[in-house]
Structure formats: structure tokens, C-alpha cells
């Protein structure tokens, strides 16, 4: 067991990893300034967990052992990040780095903020690590910084061509990952790059819960079946696609969360290294396939209007998964169908999400 650092562990990705890591036995420091979360996410965590303590922790098993933490705060703050590593009598022996800010559109709507967060907030993490005699790190990167594959399905070695700030801003903290590795012997890095990331727990009691009006389609997909939204705007039927609708690549949460357990163990098993693979499925799925899945998995029809297309949006992307596969003895493991059932199980449960 290792005592670990999750920013940004209460978000959607970080939830369902905080969830993974527990049943892997580790103890959990969750730093997050609930920028675009909720608090309500980690106590659910903790049920999860069959951890008790009060709403904001600290919780514990039924040992009395401090399982998971929270440490309210900001990833670019030194004094923050200096909380969260001495939060643990034990210290902080590995970090997974989940904090940052993820919808393309608002990226190049507010550039400075993204690279602010996603960049900067990494400079002050990797900062906090080497003043605390730590150097392991899980890094969540994102497909996004492919931007116009070349080939389909997409390699690790495809090249790193960002079409925004936000791949752009991924690209950059890989590329500081790199460095550092390249300067400083003894660093473990695994930089994980996600595919579309979709669904829930299965328990349906901690999903994905976006401010406003969601930029991505299994969001907005599951607001239009709870009754949030009235219909699902689909950007392009004339992609050169079996049905005309932009083809991708997704992965259940719990998959990915899966992955992130997978590569921790792999780096505090192995040499150090710095290590970087995708986490997809393999096989793509297109718009109308997951809007007709989900429509088998709340057992009604969902409205939606087909448009132009969006600016910057590919046609297929697809993940190579072999590396992550022979590395990481990884492989997503839950269907499509799976997928709509669990992300439909936390909306119709939870219609306005962590909120009243």
C-alpha cells in the first residue's frame, strides 16, 4: 500500500480513480479547489470506500485508519501543494494528477486560463514533488493532442499535432514530463493519454457533473434523457463514416480508472522510467451508435437534430491500446452498453448531479 496525492480527485475522472485506488488498498490525499466539483463527490467516495467520518473527512476504515483526505486548495499554490504532501504522517509516495481543465471550445475561448491551470499548475505540482523527495507521477494527458490523425487506429508514435489550447497545454506538461525525467535519475512517470472518457460507477452514485452546458456528447446525451436539455445538437452527418456521424473512441471510467491503478503499480514495480501510453478501447463507436445505446438503456427516445459540423472535430478517432496492453496488462473490459447503463443509472438517480 502507498500513501498517494490525488488534484483534482473529487472531478469526474479523479472520483472514479479515488474509488479504484481504494479497493487497491492505498491510503488517499485529495487536493482540489472544487472548480467545476463538489465535495459531495469524495463523501460518496468514501461510502464507496465503506469509510465513516464527517462530510468533509477526514474517513477512515473500519480499523481507524485514515484512508482519504481532503486538502481544499489550489494546484498552483505552493502552500496548498505543501499541505497536501504533509497532510499523511506516512508522506506522499506516489502523485496522480488529474487536476486541470478539459472542454476544448472554453480553451480557446479563455487560453490564459487553461494554460494557467493545465501548465502552470503542473510547474508548481512538480515543484512541490521535488521539495517533498517525491518522484512518481500519473499523469492524465488526452488524446486531444493528436489533434488530425494521420493514421487510424493512433499509435503512441503518431505525431503530437494540438488544434487548441487544451492539447496544446496537454503537449506541453508531456514535454516538461520529458525533461525532467531527462534531467534528474529516479523519476517514475506514466503520462496517460485518455481517449473519451465516459459513464459512471455502476453504483450510479458518483458520475460526471459539468457547470453549465456541457461541451462533450455523453453529458449532454444523458441531460437530454433526464429532461435537462431538449435535444442533442450532432455536429456533421457528411463525416466519411459508415453512418455519416463522427466516429470515436470510448472508454468506460471505471476502464480508465482501472488503467491509472495499473499504471501506478507498474512504475512503483518496474525501474524508473518514463513511460507513455494510450487508454482506449480500439474500437470506435459512432454518434448515432452511442445515442442509440443509450436510448436502449433509459428505454426512450432521445430527440436530436443533425448540423453542420463543428470546427476542429476529425472524423475517426480511434486508439492503438497495444502498448497499454503490453505494459500495463490493461484492456478495457465494459461494452458500450455498459456504459449507457451505468451513465444512465447516475442521471436518472442524481437529474441535477451533485446539486439540490
Keep these: 500500500m502507498a500513501h498517494l496525492l490525488i488534484t483534482g480527485g473529487a472531478g469526474f475522472i479523479g472520483s472514479h480513480c479515488c474509488v479504484a485506488l481504494l479497493e487497491a488498498g492505498h491510503g488517499l490525499v485529495v487536493l482540489d479547489n472544487f472548480d467545476n466539483s463538489s465535495p459531495e463527490a469524495l463523501r460518496r467516495v468514501a461510502e464507496l470506500g465503506g469509510l465513516q467520518g464527517e462530510a468533509r473527512g477526514p474517513w477512515r476504515d473500519g480499523h481507524g485508519a485514515v484512508r482519504l483526505q481532503l486538502v481544499e486548495g489550489d494546484v498552483r499554490c505552493a502552500d496548498d ?58 499523469f492524465s494527458s488526452s488524446a486531444t493532442l493528436y489533434g488530425y490523425p494521420d493514421t487510424v487506429p493512433i499509435p503512441e508514435t503518431a505525431p503530437i499535432q494540438p488544434i487548441n489550447p487544451y492539447g496544446h497545454s496537454k503537449a506541453a506538461v508531456e514535454q516538461v514530463l520529458a525533461d525532467v525525467a531527462a534531467s534528474e535519475a529516479g523519476w517514475r512517470i506514466a503520462r496517460l493519454r485518455y481517449f473519451n472518457p465516459v459513464g459512471s460507477h455502476p453504483s450510479g452514485r458518483i458520475g460526471e457533473d459539468p457547470e453549465g452546458i456541457p461541451n462533450n456528447l455523453f453529458p449532454y446525451l444523458s441531460q437530454v434523457a433526464v429532461g435537462r436539455r431538449q435535444a442533442l445538437h450532432i455536429f456533421g452527418s457528411d463525416w466519411p463514416t459508415p453512418d455519416g456521424t463522427g466516429v470515436r473512441d470510448y472508454i468506460h471510467v471505471m476502464d480508465l480508472a482501472d488503467g491509472h491503478r495499473a499504471a501506478l503499480d507498474t512504475l512503483l514495480r518496474e525501474e524508473p522510467q518514463l513511460l507513455t501510453v494510450n487508454l482506449g478501447s480500439g474500437q470506435g463507436h459512432s454518434v448515432l451508435d452511442v445515442v442509440h445505446a443509450f436510448e436502449a438503456a433509459c428505454g426512450h427516445r432521445l430527440p436530436y437534430e443533425l448540423v453542420d459540423r463543428r470546427p476542429g472535430d476529425a472524423a475517426t478517432t480511434v486508439a492503438d491500446p497495444g502498448l497499454a496492453s503490453a505494459r500495463l496488462d490493461w484492456r478495457t473490459r465494459r461494452s458500450l452498453a455498459d456504459i449507457c447503463r451505468d451513465g444512465w443509472a447516475w442521471q436518472s438517480a442524481n437529474p441535477r448531479g451533485y446539486g439540490p
Excluded at 99 to 127: C, F, H, I, M, Q
Design 81 to 138: 501543494l505543501d499541505a497536501a504532501f504533509t497532510t499523511s504522517p506516512e508522506g506522499i509516495g506516489a502523485v496522480v494528477h488529474c487536476a486541470g481543465l478539459k472542454a476544448v471550445g472554453e480553451s480557446v475561448a479563455e487560453p490564459l486560463r487553461y494554460w494557467d491551470t493545465n501548465l502552470g499548475g503542473s510547474l508548481r505540482l512538480l515543484e512541490a514533488m521535488r521539495r517533498h523527495g517525491c518522484r512518481t507521477i500519473v
